[in-house]
């Protein structure tokens, strides 16, 4: 898929349900603790992007874009596109990007059957009522890897009690529906992918895995 057609397809109706995420943006946190969290995150995604050279790029669930600027740093010959759920204040974040950055759903991506060879998702799995819609659409469109990542359970709530977050809702992330530990994430990605590396820097799981390619009967 070349840029134009994948910037003219990154345009859909949104699927009934999708949840935002909540509106912290712990990208540019300047608590020494959480800076040395996601130091650990990053140095995890440059492991999960080393020896890929993809041409056609797709992060879902972009948020302000911080992870697609780094993909356009990372691989500068690609067409990296990044795509949300609709959001007035991502509009504005977005607004002083140069990337291609579209409204759209997970669970219903707008770009054929293999055509983007890196599709990444950090945090947002955890947010989507029907993850496996979401990760079925991901291996649909997937003609390469793909690198995903959620918060590890329950380490994650365990993190945010400790820190006095959400007590009532017992450390659990507002727009956070699913839940999984480690072993668990892997078993559910592995219902449509084949999970090549596997990362846990504190307190997430990241994975790259590759979609399972259909067994042709003799």
């Known amino acids: 898929?070349?840029?134009?057609?994948?910037?003219?397809?990154?345009?859909?109706?949104?699927?009934?349900?999708?949840?935002?995420g909540?509106?912290?943006?712990?990208?540019?946190?300047?608590?020494?603790?959480?800076?040395?969290?996601?130091?650990?995150?990053?140095?995890?995604?440059?492991d999960m992007l080393d020896g890929l050279e993809p041409s056609v790029i797709v992060e879902v669930g972009a948020g302000e874009g911080h992870v697609t600027e780094q993909l356009v740093e990372r691989f500068p010959q690609a067409t990296v596109v990044g795509l949300d759920l609709p959001d007035s204040e991502l509009?504005?974040?977005w607004a002083s990007l140069d990337v291609p950055m579209f409204f759209g759903d997970m669970t219903r991506?707008?770009?054929p059957d293999d055509s983007i060879d890196l599709v990444?998702?950090?945090e947002v799995l955890e947010h989507v009522p029907s993850p496996e819609r979401a990760l079925a659409e991901i291996a649909r469109v997937c003609a390469g890897a793909a690198v995903l990542s959620v918060p590890r359970e329950p380490i994650w709530r365990i993190g945010n009690m400790a820190r006095g977050r959400y007590l009532r809702d017992l450390g659990n992330t507002p727009g956070h529906v699913n839940h999984w530990s480690a072993r668990s994430f892997e078993r559910l990605v592995d219902e449509h992918f084949t999970?090549?590396?596997?990362?846990?820097?504190?307190?997430?799981?990241?994975?790259r895995?590759?979609?399972?390619v259909?067994?042709?009967?003799?």
């Open 209 to 212: 895995a590759v979609p399972v």
């Open 109 to 111: 991506l707008p770009f």
């Open 1 to 20: 898929m070349n840029e134009s057609a994948a910037t003219a397809a990154a345009s859909t109706e949104i699927q009934p349900g999708n949840v935002a």
């Open 120 to 122: 990444v998702g950090l």
């Open 91 to 93: 509009a504005d974040d």
């Open 214 to 218: 259909p067994s042709v009967a003799g």
């Open 22 to 46: 909540n509106t912290y943006d712990k990208y540019a946190s300047t608590n020494p603790i959480e800076q040395r969290m996601m130091s650990g995150f990053f140095g995890a995604l440059d």
């Open 195 to 207: 999970v090549e590396r596997t990362a846990r820097p504190l307190p997430w799981t990241m994975l």
